[in-house]
């Protein structure tokens, strides 16, 4: 007779078997307790041919869950059971008496898990087990009450979210090259067009002190008809016809206007011009203050609105960098900060009571700092072997990040500004940016009502 023929005759004592149903859609993130887990639960005192009758009449329990005054004791998983009972004279010792005697045969370490563990994270935990484990169920913990995962299961799961990582990576690789793209077609233009701005501005620029010269001149010959008493009065006539005096003291400020506006003017040009050249993947020497200034000069117009930028710049050498890409880091942090700051000035309820509690009015203010470091005093070294280190600090004095957003701020795609704002990619590039290009480190700092600082760590290599 047969083990299942003889089992078939047996009534089965088990409890009855219920299992959670698989969420349809798996995400990165997913649990166990998103997939199916079979809650199948025998007694310590129940029979092996309770057992046996119970894997007979479903054949998709992977094993059972053994209980004594409901707590949890053990676990049998099908291969196990029916390798044991195939051995010979099993049936005879074991059929008829309790799983308890059985269970201290087959006894083995088993894998339990909480129902809160990552799904990638259960299926390395899974794969550590020794060879003769490996295809053993893991028990899953709900609270007071254990199931079951079939190890099949877990993989068929695993290779979906394997799938689904492929695809967000894709995904976030299309966005990245877009991104550079864009950004390399940015700085064509933006190098084109400051090229073409430059040209006329000297132009101006160079002729305004020849201009200014000339004034000089004629204003001197003025003096010298002056001096000739024939003509001096008709010389005074005309001077009252046209204010002179005013002519003569506005002339000069207006030369020096056009020469401070043209010298402005070329500034932001050239600043232009730096930044998109500096966007060329060129790893070499660079002075971190002048990519801070180009930056803060093509934000001036963000800036411009009682912002205070304060610089508290430290001594720093040339540091080898990839500067275009620490450029469009200085970007998007400084951006972010005058963003956080114009949402304050938009709330006045919240300037108002900030000014109520410190009793002093508040002033719009982004603060950048930069100072050399050494290892000992960094707390972020990670795997660098550079003994000095340099960190650039932008803080702002804005509305602050919340506590649940700040362990979301670096993730792609992750935005708290309307789509026609923000992408998502801003900080997660600063971050790829600091640390697999420069091998550096990027931390916020941020409390809600206070401000948000960032401190860029880069390691200074000889």
């Not at 020096?256 to 730096?274: P, Q, Y």
């Amino acid at each position: 007779m047969s083990l299942s023929q003889m089992v078939r005759e047996f009534r089965l004592p088990v409890q009855s078997s219920a299992s959670v149903t698989a969420s349809p859609s798996l995400k990165l993130n997913s649990v166990l307790g998103e997939l199916s887990l079979h809650h199948c639960q025998a007694h310590l005192q129940s029979t092996a041919q309770d057992i046996a009758r119970r894997f007979d009449a479903d054949p998709m329990i992977p094993g059972v869950v053994l209980v004594e005054h409901h707590q949890f004791m053990g676990m049998i998983s099908r291969r196990r059971f029916l390798e044991r009972m195939s051995r010979p004279y099993a049936l005879e010792l074991f059929l008829q008496r309790s799983i308890q005697t059985l269970y201290r045969f087959i006894a083995h370490e088993f894998l339990v898990l909480p129902s809160e563990t990552l799904i990638v994270d259960a299926v390395q935990q899974s794969l550590q087990r020794s060879p003769e484990d490996l295809y053993e169920p893991i028990v899953v913990q709900i609270g007071d009450d254990y199931r079951l995962l079939d190890i099949h299961q877990l993989l068929l799961a695993h290779s979906r979210i394997h799938e689904l990582a492929k695809q967000v990576i894709h995904e976030q690789t299309q966005a990245q090259m877009f991104q550079h793209e864009k950004l390399a077609s940015l700085g064509r233009l933006i190098a084109n067009v400051s090229h073409e701005i430059l040209n006329p501005v000297n132009f101006i620029a160079g002729n305004i002190n020849y201009l200014g010269n000339y004034g000089q001149d004629l204003l001197a010959l003025i003096d010298v008809y002056d001096a000739d008493a024939d003509r001096a009065d008709a010389s005074a006539a005309m001077k009252q016809e046209i204010e002179f005096d005013f002519l003569k003291k506005d002339f000069a400020e207006i030369i020096s206007s056009m020469r401070v506006g043209a010298d402005r003017l070329r500034k932001i040009a050239e600043s232009l011009r730096t930044f998109s050249y500096q966007h060329k993947d060129e790893y070499q020497a660079t002075d971190i203050h002048e990519c801070l200034e180009n930056t803060l000069v093509i934000l001036s117009t963000r800036l411009r609105h009682s912002v205070t930028v304060v610089r508290q710049y430290g001594d720093l050498p040339m540091v080898s960098v990839y500067p275009g890409q620490l450029n469009q880091v200085f970007m998007n942090l400084i951006s972010n900060a005058a963003d956080a700051i114009a949402e304050r000035q938009q709330q006045p309820s919240r300037v108002e009571s900030d000014r109520s509690l410190s009793g002093v009015d508040w002033q719009p203010q982004i603060t950048i700092t930069t100072r050399q470091l050494t290892r000992e005093e960094l707390l972020h070294a990670g795997d660098s072997d550079a003994d000095r280190w340099i960190c650039i600090s932008i803080d702002d004095n804005g509305c602050g990040i919340p506590d649940d957003i700040q362990e979301r701020i670096f993730d792609e795609f992750f935005t708290t500004k309307p789509v026609e704002h923000g992408t998502g990619l801003g900080l997660a590039i600063c971050r790829q940016i600091v640390l697999e290009k420069h091998g550096g480190w990027l931390h916020l700092r941020s409390q809600v009502g206070v401000g948000t600082g960032f401190d860029i760590f880069l390691p200074m290599h000889d």
